[in-house]
């Protein structure tokens, strides 16, 4: 059996080096670069992010990453995004007031989180749909989220088929007291699209289950 190689793209955002040696723990070989004929290339392509959400698509651009990911997808080629890298995938986000343009790959803006205390940052336990492959055996663990902003809604339908791939599975969280209204995406996985808001490299072995899940799909 062939090792899958993931290309971990190193655009100036993330947390490269700690992912890197997470998906070497779960037995992936790994590339740490922005090359574009790897990232478009690799069994499985990560895009990590740390920061805002406008500079991390800067960041993307810069490196020709909105059209690796494009390119990619398009032919159902493997993407994960983890923190940032999860919110660029929907249509746009708003920080401070200002707007800026995300990948699209789902409709829906990215915001500031509505609870009483942001940053939002420790272990959290996710809801995990039926069915996901990412969480399957650690549906009931819980993961490391640090950020301010998120997806607060998910307007792609998650209950019929789209026709070219199966419909999106969206696994939620709550950050604060945990009241609805803090309720925000945690992860979805969408065809060859995956993703999540919580650190998966950091999230000790729950995590590390989680990326060994991803891997086994390449």
């Not at 004929?37 to 990590?48: F, I, R, S, T």
Request: aromatic fraction near 8%.
């Amino acid at each position: 059996m062939t090792t899958p190689l993931v290309c971990v793209f190193d655009y100036g955002f993330g947390n490269v080096r700690s992912a890197t040696r997470a998906l070497e723990h779960v037995g992936a070989r790994v590339m740490l670069t922005a090359d574009r004929a790897v990232a478009e290339n690799a069994d499985g392509l990560v895009v990590p992010g740390v920061g805002a959400f406008e500079a991390v698509m800067n960041g993307l651009k810069a490196a020709r990453g909105d059209q690796i990911v494009g390119r990619r997808l398009s032919g159902g080629r493997p993407v994960l995004g983890i923190c940032v890298g999860l919110q660029v995938m929907f249509e746009r986000g708003v920080e401070h007031g200002n707007e800026t343009e995300g990948l699209d790959q789902w409709p829906g803006t990215v915001e500031l989180l509505q609870t009483s205390v942001v940053p939002n940052m420790g272990w959290a336990h996710v809801e995990a749909p039926a069915g996901s492959t990412l969480f399957a055996g650690v549906e009931g663990e819980r993961f490391y989220f640090v950020h301010s902003y998120g997806a607060r809604e998910f307007p792609l339908g998650t209950t019929e088929d789209t026709g070219r791939f199966a419909a999106p599975l969206v696994t939620w969280s709550t950050a604060g007291e945990g009241d609805d209204s803090d309720r925000f995406v945690a992860a979805v996985e969408n065809g060859p699209l995956m993703a999540t808001q919580f650190h998966p490299e950091k999230s000790g072995e729950a995590g590390l289950h989680l990326l060994r899940n991803w891997v086994g799909t390449l």
